[in-house]
């Protein structure tokens, strides 16, 4: 189902613990990396590699907001909404945001570039505002860095 390489990596990361669920983190990365989302086959599959239900692998994916189960956009922008988040701007970012790309949590630009996402605490507080794009961490926002910020992504 995946790359050559993807599948070679996988079966180094269930050689590598001594119950192959333990390694189920890293093998769904692999698999979103190859496919750009969680599909149910592709659950499926993970589940069947691993010795696993698709119950098992599902619990997992739907635990962490790192995980996709539908397409997303270039950059997906995951903007923390919880309580200290909140008491700095939070709303106020989030609303910067939807204005500026014209679409509110849970939709995607339609050319693809952004997907926007509502995630709780990125455990960043002491910095809050904080938004998360892909891997990279921006905190302190305002409406002005957040410009600066998506503007200048490639
Ligand atoms: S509440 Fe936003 S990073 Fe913790």
Redesign the pocket.
């Known amino acids: 189902m995946f790359s050559q390489q993807a599948e070679r990596e996988i079966d180094r990361l269930l050689a590598r613990y001594p119950r192959k669920r333990s390694a189920i983190i890293p093998v769904l990365f692999i698999a979103q990396k190859e496919r750009g989302y969680l599909s149910d086959d592709v659950l499926e599959y993970v589940a069947k590699r691993m010795g696993l239900t698709y119950l098992d692998v599902v619990t997992v994916v739907s635990f962490y907001t790192m995980f996709y189960r539908r397409p997303i956009g270039k950059y997906n922008i995951q903007l923390?909404?919880?309580?200290?988040?909140?008491l700095?701007g939070?709303e106020k970012i989030q609303e910067h945001i939807e204005r500026k790309l014209g679409i509110t949590f849970g939709q995607t630009t339609p050319d693809g570039r952004f997907t926007f996402t509502e995630v709780?605490?990125?455990?960043?507080?002491g910095?809050?505002?904080?938004m998360q794009v892909n891997f990279d961490y921006y905190e302190n926002l305002t409406p002005e860095k957040v410009d600066q910020i998506l503007d200048s992504l490639p």
């Open positions: 923390c909404n919880n309580v200290s988040c909140m700095c939070s709780q605490c990125l455990g960043s507080c910095t809050a505002p904080v």
